[in-house]
Every structure is written in structure tokens, then in C-alpha cells.
């Protein structure tokens, strides 16, 4: 007389629980959709019948295909939940330190490290002979001019195309000064420039190195115009200087290492300017924070 007997309603209910059950289940593992199916069929076949067993059935079924689903999570949900966490999975560490070290063997560090091994061969080719042998002296001057080109290039191709590293913040200032400083060393030993331009300018070139570790608590000394020009004129004048020059052009050789030498003594005063102003500034900064802090 009530119309629909309350076991098969609840074999109703238990059906469409299996129902959904499966069907998460079957978006995520088999075994999951597995045991849904399973689990639909038992109440499948219960429902017409007004036994209790046919509602328990559905119940323990869905139930069953719930629990499948949810202990059916692949690898990559754990590993797209430690990133919603804010954890970087172990995989992703190790493939961005690959890349990292992977990104020191870069084109503007492989002309540095060109320039290095040019150092040796030069000087090896300049005091060939005897140092006075006009095919060797064109070699060391060949050795030398791809050095000083190269050292046009790979700073500007680290900072166009984001190459710089540690190792090329390290190597190119030292590559710099070992060409530069072979050079002078070769020609004073020959004969060829007198010992105290030589000091001159190695001198310069050690007292700002030590000058920008002095002030680097405080700040970087830039890179200034004339610093630019007088490298260019050292590499021309140098330059010069190795090839087995005669006539007019030992003349103007004389000339532009003068000029060198001019350039060197003046930007090297600018760099002590700009370091004294720097550190004071640097420490009056220092104590208006001190003061502001304390009051």
C-alpha cells in the first residue's frame, strides 16, 4: 500500500552513490573504475529486489568504488600538489641545476677562456727567435689582435643575451689583464718600451682592481668613457709595439703609447675620485640609517 518498499529506494540510492563513484574512479586510475563497476553491477543486480541486502549491497558498493578513487592518485598529482604548496619537486632542482652549470660553457665564456689560452701562445710566438724576428713578431701580433677583439665581443654578448655567470664576472677582467700585461713584460724585456711604462700601466690597472674591492661594501665604481678610450688606445699602441715597425710608423707608434700612457695616469685619478666620493657617501648613508634607527 505505501507504493515503493524502502529497501529498494535504498537500492535506488545505493545505485546512483555506485554510479558517481565509478565515474570519479574513472577519471582517475583503472582500479578505481574497477571497482565502481563492480560495485554498480552488485546493485544493479539488487534493486528490484525488496531485500535489505540489495540497499546494503548498493551502499557497501559505492563506498567501495569512493575509497578505490581516492587511493588512485598517479605520481604527477603528488607532485603538482608539492607545487601548489610551494615546494619545487626534487626533479625540478636537479634539471635547474643541470641547466645553470650547463650555462658557463656559453659563447661569451668560451672567448674568454679563447683569450687565456691566447696568452701563452703569445708569448711563446714574441720571443721566438730571439724576439726579433719580423714573421714571428706578425704571429704574436695575430695572437694578440684576436684577444683584444674578442674582448670587444663577449661582454656585450653576456648582457645582450643574459650569458653573464660567476665564472665570466671572474675570468674576463683576469684574461684582460694577462694579455695586456704579457705584452708590456715581453717588450720591456726586448728592449722595445721602456720598464717604467710598463710598471706605469700595470700599476694603474692592480691599484683599481683594489680600489673597487675597497669601496664594494658601498657600491660598484661604473665603467667610464674615458676608461673605454684609454683601453682602446693601449690595444692600438701595444699592438703597434709587437709588429716590427720602421720609418713614419715607428714615429707615430711613439705617439699613440704616449697618449696611453696620458690616458692612464688620468682615468687612474678618476677612479681614486670616484672611490673616495663613494665610500663617504656610503658611509653617511650608513649612519642616517644608524641614527633614524636608534631614534
Request: a positive charge.
Amino acid at each position: 500500500m505505501t507504493g515503493v518498499p524502502a529497501s529498494a529506494a535504498g537500492g535506488s540510492s545505493g545505485a546512483r552513490r555506485a554510479a558517481a563513484g565509478a565515474a570519479a574512479a574513472a577519471s582517475t586510475a583503472a582500479p578505481g573504475k574497477v571497482a565502481g563497476t563492480a560495485a554498480a553491477r552488485s546493485v544493479d543486480g539488487g534493486a528490484p529486489g525488496a531485500g535489505p541486502g540489495a540497499s546494503s549491497d548498493g551502499r557497501h558498493g559505492g563506498t567501495a568504488g569512493a575509497a578505490a578513487a581516492d587511493e588512485a592518485v598517479p605520481a604527477e598529482d603528488a607532485g603538482l600538489d608539492a607545487q601548489d604548496d610551494g615546494k619545487t619537486p626534487r626533479g625540478a632542482k636537479i634539471a635547474a641545476a643541470a641547466v645553470n652549470q650547463a650555462s658557463v660553457w656559453n659563447i661569451a665564456n668560451l672567448l674568454t677562456m679563447l683569450r687565456l689560452v691566447l696568452v701563452p701562445a703569445f708569448v711563446a710566438l714574441m720571443l721566438a727567435d730571439g724576439g726579433y724576428d719580423p714573421a714571428w713578431r706578425s704571429l704574436a701580433w695575430a695572437a694578440f689582435a684576436i684577444a683584444m677583439i674578442t674582448d670587444l665581443f663577449d661582454g656585450h654578448l653576456a648582457r645582450a643575451y643574459n650569458l653573464v655567470t660567476d665564472f665570466g664576472k671572474i675570468a674576463d677582467p683576469i684574461a684582460d689583464k694577462a694579455i695586456m700585461g704579457a705584452a708590456l713584460i715581453c717588450l720591456s724585456a726586448l728592449g722595445d718600451l721602456p720598464w717604467w711604462v710598463t710598471g706605469l700601466i700595470l700599476g694603474r690597472e692592480l691599484g683599481v682592481t683594489l680600489l673597487r674591492f675597497w669601496v664594494i661594501r658601498y657600491g660598484v665604481i661604473p665603467a667610464s668613457r674615458g676608461g673605454k678610450l684609454k683601453t682602446l688606445t693601449q690595444g692600438v699602441a701595444v699592438g703597434m709595439y709587437v709588429l716590427a715597425l720602421t720609418g713614419w710608423l715607428s714615429t707615430l707608434r711613439w705617439w699613440v703609447m704616449a697618449a696611453a700612457v696620458v690616458l692612464t695616469v688620468v682615468t687612474g685619478l678618476d677612479y681614486v675620485k670616484q672611490a673616495i666620493v663613494l665610500r663617504r657617501q656610503g658611509i653617511a648613508e650608513r649612519k642616517a640609517a644608524l641614527e633614524e634607527k636608534e631614534a
